[in-house]
Every structure is written in C-alpha cells, then in structure tokens.
C-alpha cells in the first residue's frame, strides 16, 4: 500500500508557473506507475500525464503537452509536474495517483491509491 500527499499548489497568474510535487510513503515507489489528474470545478476528473515506472516514458493529454512536464525521483520517492504558460482554464485541483499494474494509463480506474490533491488557482 502506499499514501500520497501532494503539495505546490496556489494562485498564480496566467503565464505563470508552479511545480507540484507528490511525495509516497513506503518503500516500494517504483513499483508503481504515476499519473496527475485534474477536476475543476463542475467537471469530470480529467487526465494530465503520467510517467512509467522508470521514468523512461511519459504521456501527455493533448491540452497540456508542451506546457506540463512529468517527473519522478524513485530515491525521493516522489512524482513532480511541473507545469508552465499557466492559463485561467488550468484552474482546478490536482491529484497524483499510483497504478502498480500498467506502465503510465491515461485511465482513472486503472489507479489504485490516491492522493487527496492540491489546489490550483490561475488569475487572469
């Protein structure tokens, strides 16, 4: 089992920049793939990226390549998403996840443990 807790998050202005991080308890961090989502607020949890076990291989929702990056630190055992040119409709809360089973899904129901996600707020 493994426990979650996100931090980073603000307000921060549009075109600004925040790096969230996701630190996991337990000794066993790589094992698990990792993944960010998002829900703002009257909408649908979504997905933003994911990193597979290794961190060799990453995966981007289409909205947010180029702008978000993911990482990870298997010897911190944390999972950071840096993210960039921050614009109004970023606004939401973000949350990491652990997927022990797959290689980095873009698929909610695939996660297994859940962080309980940190606010982001951009102004316009």
């Known amino acids: 089992q493994v426990q979650l807790v996100e931090s980073g998050g603000g307000l921060v202005q549009a075109g600004g920049s925040l790096r969230l991080s996701c630190a996991a308890s337990?000794?066993?961090?790589?094992?698990?793939?990792m993944g960010w989502f998002r829900q703002a607020p009257g909408k649908e949890r979504e997905f933003v990226a994911a990193i597979n076990k290794s961190g060799g291989r990453t995966y981007y929702a289409d909205s947010m390549k180029g702008r978000f990056t993911i990482s990870r630190d298997n010897a911190k055992n944390t999972v950071y998403l840096q993210m960039d040119s921050l614009k109004p409709e970023d606004t939401a809360v973000y949350y990491c996840?652990?997927?022990?089973?797959?290689?980095?899904?873009?698929?909610?129901?695939?996660?297994?443990?859940w962080g309980q996600g940190t606010q982001v707020t951009v102004s316009s």
């Open positions: 996840a652990a997927d022990q089973d797959y290689s980095g899904s873009r698929l909610e129901y695939q996660y297994d443990y």
């Open positions: 337990g000794r066993t961090f790589s094992s698990y793939a």
